[in-house]
């Protein structure tokens, strides 16, 4: 008899249990990401990993994960953060900030940072490492030198929007999957507006670093699980090897 005759035999009869004929990666209760997902990689670029201008702590080492990661999905967008000079975000544009301290702006709160990311600079670039040629899509964001833009779908003010979450819906994309930098700010503020949009979303943590400034990262996660953001690893995605 044929194997896989006989494994139908066998679990027709009840001598085998059905979960050996699951693909073993269901079997497993894994993740499986199909063509209404798609995996959002965000601001994994020069500035933000070390030797940056605002490194995030082993913001390199996110890198092979998630080329490993993407690979498990057919729909891949990038985002980079791209500042004008003198971006409004920068505490280099307020005299007497220093990075990382606050002020107040008409859309509210906004967190100084060092200049980083300026339109056209090394820094700006996509890190080097990063290797998805599948990729379709490069969202560029804070490019309005009056407001900040952590999520790759709408601005700081809560109003204007990037129109990825128009491609997506065109594309009958459903969930997102979100990995890249930084946990707390870029990567919490898109999965919390991809839930706001009606999109599912999960982070994938271990294919993110975070900043933590001022007790951020607990913050961010406290409001990612509120908005309904689902917090998974790596190992919880059918990945190919």
Not at 75 to 82: E, Y
Request: charged fraction near 20%.
């Amino acid at each position: 008899m044929h194997d896989r005759s006989r494994r139908s035999f066998l679990a027709a009869t009840g001598s085998l249990p059905l979960v050996s004929l699951v693909p073993s990666a269901l079997a497993q209760g894994k993740i499986k990401a199909g063509p209404d997902t798609a995996l959002v990689v965000v601001d994994v670029q020069n500035c933000f990993t070390p030797g940056g201008s605002l490194a995030v702590k082993g913001g390199d080492e996110i890198v092979p994960l998630i080329n490993r990661i993407a690979r498990g999905f057919q729909n891949v967008v990038l985002t980079q953060d791209w500042h004008t000079p003198g971006h409004i975000s920068f505490a280099s544009s307020h005299p007497g900030k220093k990075p990382f301290d606050s002020v107040k702006l008409p859309y509210g709160n906004q967190i100084l940072w060092p200049d980083h990311c300026v339109q056209g600079t090394e820094g700006a670039a996509i890190h080097k490492g990063i290797d998805i040629p599948h990729a379709q899509l490069v969202i560029r964001k804070g490019h309005n030198p009056k407001v900040d833009s952590y999520s790759a779908f709408i601005e700081a003010d809560g109003k204007l929007k990037t129109g990825l979450d128009g491609y997506l819906r065109g594309r009958g994309i459903k969930t997102i999957f979100v990995a890249g930098l930084a946990t707390d700010f870029c990567v919490g503020w898109t999965a919390i507006d991809a839930r706001k949009l009606g999109l599912g979303a999960y982070v994938i943590e271990d294919a993110c670093r975070g900043i933590d400034t001022q007790g951020s990262l607990a913050a961010a996660w406290k409001n990612m699980e509120k908005a309904g953001v689902k917090r998974i690893q790596s190992s919880d995605l059918a990945v190919p090897a």
